[in-house]
């Protein structure tokens, strides 16, 4: 059981530049989110999914898109980079019924 | 979701017990009280969360005030481990539309030493 994985680790990108960050989960959790995290301002939501084929979006959604084709899977994509999304991601995860959210490793990205 | 204050960081020794405290004032009667850390570098971890009683589990006890008004969360044994930023977030119970969502603020940096 590997819980919550998130790639790459580590990403530099290009002002401009597109890119896929993937998680995913094996522990069959409905619910799976998407944060930032930047010095000083804690985590923000940026869009979450309350099960396979649904999204929305939380605090921070712009210049980001998802999608929830499988229960698994919940991948955050970057249509065209910009330096103000340098930052550290977060994929999180949980079951329905249940109140623990289980945390990937995070993903750092750098965009020049 | 209610907001929540906390101290911005704090000290304790190792072996004594830390005691870190969360003011939300404005908690409604449906929401829970949760409490997160992430040690530097790592993604957040789940420590516990209450509604009105107090709880504990193996990792620490949550004790809410009678009015709800605050909370202290209590590592009982600290140890170099358990440095990390702890953060107390307020929201509405699970199975709701929005239960994903967990609004952190900047939380406390707890710093324990020898």
């Known amino acids: 059981n590997a819980g919550v994985t998130q790639t790459p680790k580590f990403q530099v990108l290009k002002t401009g530049q597109s890119m896929t960050l993937q998680c995913a989960q094996d522990?069959?959790?409905?619910?799976m989110s998407w944060y930032r995290q930047d010095p000083g301002m804690g985590l923000r939501l940026i869009h979450y999914?309350?099960?396979?084929?649904?999204?929305d979006q939380g605090e921070v959604p712009n210049g980001y898109n998802v999608s929830r084709s499988t229960t698994e899977d919940f991948p955050l994509r970057l249509l065209s980079a910009a330096p103000s999304q340098t930052s550290v991601y977060f994929c999180?995860?949980?079951?329905?019924?249940?109140?623990?959210?289980?945390f990937g490793p995070g993903t750092r990205l750098t965009v020049l | 979701d209610a907001k929540t204050t906390q101290p911005t960081s704090m000290d304790c020794a190792e072996g004594r017990a830390a005691n870190l405290p969360c003011n939300h004032s404005?908690?409604?009667?449906?929401?829970?009280v949760y409490w997160y850390r992430q040690i530097h570098s790592q993604g957040p971890q789940y420590i516990i969360h209450?509604?009105?009683n107090n709880e504990t589990n193996e990792m620490a006890s949550l004790i809410i005030t009678e009015d709800r008004k605050s909370s202290t969360l209590i590592l009982p044994h600290a140890t170099l481990r358990d440095t990390a930023v702890y953060y107390c977030?307020?929201?509405?119970?699970?199975?709701?539309?929005?239960?994903?969502?967990?609004?952190f603020g900047t939380g406390t940096r707890l710093q324990v030493t020898l």
């Open positions: 977030i307020v929201r509405v119970g699970r199975d709701t539309g929005t239960a994903s969502k967990l609004t």
């Open positions: 999914s309350v099960g396979a084929g649904i999204t």
């Open positions: 209450g509604l009105k």
């Open positions: 404005t908690i409604s009667g449906n929401e829970y």
């Open positions: 522990m069959n959790h409905e619910y």
């Open positions: 999180a995860s949980r079951a329905g019924g249940t109140d623990t959210q289980y």
